[in-house]
């Protein structure tokens, strides 16, 4: 399952974020750094990810 979610990270970063942590701070911080570069909210999504 976590290959999906970091397929689905590489596409849209948040969606990765939602599937793993649901609508909780993480959440809203990746869809920041999203916000702020594609890269840093990808490399905190994979992060999130590869953490659990």
């Excluded at 689905?8 to 970063?13: A, C, K, R």
């Excluded at 911080?29 to 992060?47: D, E, F, K, S, V």
């Amino acid at each position: 399952m976590d290959i999906i979610r970091i397929i689905l990270s590489v596409l849209i970063p948040p969606l990765g974020v939602f599937l793993q942590v649901g609508l909780g701070a993480h959440f809203w911080i990746n869809i920041l750094l999203t916000l702020l570069g594609y890269i840093p909210g990808l490399i905190h999504a994979i992060y999130i990810i590869a953490r659990r």
